[in-house]
């Protein structure tokens, strides 16, 4: 046992347990290629694969009803699977004749409600010789009066072993003796997972029977190498924290409005999601009175001072954003784009994978480098179906600059380079950058080799920038907006205007050139982060205090009054009361569609077809391609 009576984790066992499971596969395997060598092929499946746990399942059940230790539920997460392992016990008879009997009355019986024709389903007529046997099926796909009848035959003992997936656990009472898991990892739509260790109490615990077993006896199969940690977890984690699912359906709202005496609002306040989020609400007052506290202990001198100080930095950096946006447009840079130009690029934090989530544009200061060449970014059609990112007029354009940038280890080689000084310990090399990330352009150009593979071409060229950076003092001359470039444009020229007035009255700060500018800040900058919280924070009192799902509630029913299915004053039309009767599918677009008439051309097979659509089933390739000479138009237009 994995887990003693103790409820506590034999890691010894299970290492053994493992090691018996390995040996076991390492001989199948061994078996297989030796069956292929000497027999020239065979089918590996017949050892591995869907054949080993085919055999698997069935010696366990053997092995079940011969110990004394049914019934048994198999829990697989596959309906197909579920159907096939039962299908594979054909050979097993686990009743006696009277039991056979006895199933084969309330199964008459409960068929006797299904006409003619639905008697002779596929479904109904394979499903009484697998019950007279002592094996069941329960999952989402039977008819629901299949389900429930299983159900019975289940708890009254008649079937011995149940195969069903894990909503058979879930709402249902029906406990047994021993429950086996056929796989320990399940697909969640998005990528094969462990079970978690709520899945796994909500399906183990029906193992053991109240009144009957003085323990339970829980089966794992392994499908994949488990590490203890991972077991350990599975099988003594908490459970998973239950969360209310309610949502708004048109189906159940136009429901509720046929019932005289009932609205919808009531029932929402009464559900368990509203009362999850009443249940917050003494916690997010006590968070808020501590932020209000935390608020009203900031004691800041001159801070309307401080204030006015980030609040026309902002505007400095926004205006000439806005200006290097116009001045870096295709039409005015490109023409100074020759090669040995220097320019000043600043990359984002987000560009060189080096933020911490809280830096806010530009984090690399601005460093030179000199143009090597530019050329014309692919177009879409070049790059490929997969990017589908519509690229803005800055970024049509790559042009590659020579510049230092910092040494990296093997691991991060394959993150974007970040520039370095030129006169900084780093590795020349040339990189491509966007007019976006160019911060200025210089009028001084320096002599490029026409050869830069070689390492010490690269570092010949970097020597010259580091030349024009100690001449010039870091400032090297730039080009003139309107002289050189020849910007014209009248917003350029504004800009310009409100950016010298913003720099004038920021000259005027008391906190202009201050030494101890970062030291005064950080507490003004941590009470406004404060601010913030507390305003999030009482957004969200707020909304619990306020009834759930109010805001959808009144679109959805502005929507119903859109399309008639109910009137101005909240009466459900007859559009309504059809929709109402639909539970599986869009309820609106059936509705719509039968009411235009569209299902009255069509032929059986065709109206099969699109009726089923609108319900979820399992992937299949059987039929796929088919033509049913139904054109998709004619759908689209009754629903316009």
């Known amino acids: 046992m994995v887990v003693d009576s103790r409820g506590n984790f034999r890691e010894d066992n299970f290492g053994k347990a493992v090691a018996v499971v390995n ?9 297989s290629k030796r069956q292929k060598k000497g027999a020239g092929g065979g089918d590996p499946t017949l050892v591995i694969g869907d054949g080993k746990e085919k055999s698997d399942v069935a010696k ?43 199933i084969e009355a309330v199964f008459t019986s ?68 021993t429950v086996c898991f056929t796989h320990v990892r399940k697909f969640d739509g998005g990528s094969f997972r462990w079970v978690s260790s709520g899945e796994y109490i909500q399906m183990s615990g029906r193992a053991g029977r109240r009144g009957l077993d ?45 019932v005289e005496g009932v609205e919808p609002e009531e029932l929402m306040h009464r559900s368990y999601r509203q009362f999850q989020t009443e249940r917050l609400l003494p916690a997010l007052q006590q968070k808020l009175r501590r932020l209000e506290g935390e608020h009203e202990s900031f004691k800041i001198p001159d801070e309307h001072s401080i204030e006015e100080y980030l609040m026309l930095t902002d505007q400095l950096v926004a205006f000439q954003q806005q200006m290097r946006s116009l001045l870096y447009q295709p039409k005015y840079a490109l023409p100074f784009l020759q090669p040995g130009r220097l320019v000043q690029i600043s990359l984002a934090a987000e ?18 480098g000199a143009i090597i060449n530019f050329q014309k970014a692919l177009s879409k059609s070049k790059r490929g179906k997969d990017d589908e990112k519509p690229r803005s007029k800055d970024k049509e354009f790559l042009i590659d600059i020579l510049v230092n940038i910092r040494k990296v280890s093997a691991q991060q080689s394959h993150r974007r380079p970040i520039p370095i000084p030129a006169n900084s310990d780093g590795e020349a090399l040339i990189m491509a950058v966007t007019l976006g990330e160019i911060a200025a352009i210089s009028s001084l150009r320096v002599y490029i080799p026409q050869d830069l593979r070689s390492v010490q071409s690269r570092q010949n060229a970097i020597k010259a920038l580091v030349e024009v950076e100690r001449r010039f003092k870091g400032s090297a001359p730039l080009l003139d907006p309107v002289k050189d470039i020849n910007v014209k444009e009248d917003v350029y020229r504004k800009l310009e205007r409100k950016l010298e007035h913003v720099e004038h009255l920021l000259s005027k700060n008391p906190l202009s050139g ?19 919280e507390m305003k999030a924070l009482k957004k969200e009192i707020k909304g619990a205090q306020s009834l759930v799902m109010l805001d959808e509630l009144k679109q959805r029913k502005r929507i119903l009054k859109r399309l008639e299915f109910i009137s101005k004053e909240g009466v459900v039309t007859l559009k309504g009361r059809v929709a109402s009767e639909i539970s599986t599918g869009d309820e609106l677009v059936l509705t719509e569609l ?35 000479g139904c054109s998709t138009s004619r759908v689209c237009s009754c629903l316009l």
């Open 214 to 258: 003085d323990k339970g006896l829980v089966v794992m199969m392994l499908d994949a190498r488990m590490e203890p940690s991972v077991a350990k977890q599975m099988l003594k984690g908490a459970a998973d924290t239950l969360y209310s699912e309610f949502h708004l359906e048109y189906n159940m709202l136009l429901n509720l409005m046929r």
């Open 514 to 532: 201050s030494s101890t500018l970062a030291t005064i800040l950080e507490p003004y900058k941590q009470k406004q982060a404060c601010l913030a």
């Open 110 to 177: 409960a068929i006797d409600v299904l006409s003619i024709e639905d008697q002779k389903l596929p479904q109904i007529r394979n499903l009484l010789p697998m019950l007279q046997r002592g094996f069941g099926v329960h999952h989402s796909g039977l008819l629901p009066i299949l389900k429930e009848m299983v159900e019975i035959l289940f708890q009254e003992g008649l079937i011995k072993a149940l195969f069903a997936t894990e909503t058979f656990s879930t709402g249902l009472n029906m406990p047994a003796k």
């Open 60 to 102: 366990l059940v053997k092995m079940v009803m011969e110990k004394n230790f049914d019934p048994i539920i198999i829990f697989s997460f596959s309906k197909k699977e579920c159907e096939s392992l039962a299908m594979q016990m054909v050979a097993m008879d686990l009743n006696t004749a009277e039991e056979k009997q006895m």
């Open 23 to 31: 040996d076991v596969t390492g001989d199948s395997v061994s078996a």
């Open 351 to 368: 560009a060189t994978d080096e933020t911490d989530g809280s830096a806010e544009g530009p984090t690399h200061a601005p460093v030179w």
């Open 594 to 628: 039968v009411f235009s008439g569209f299902f009255k051309e069509l032929s059986t097979p065709q109206l099969c077809a699109i009726l089923s659509c609108f319900v979820w089933q399992d992937r299949s390739e059987v039929g796929a391609g088919a033509d049913l």
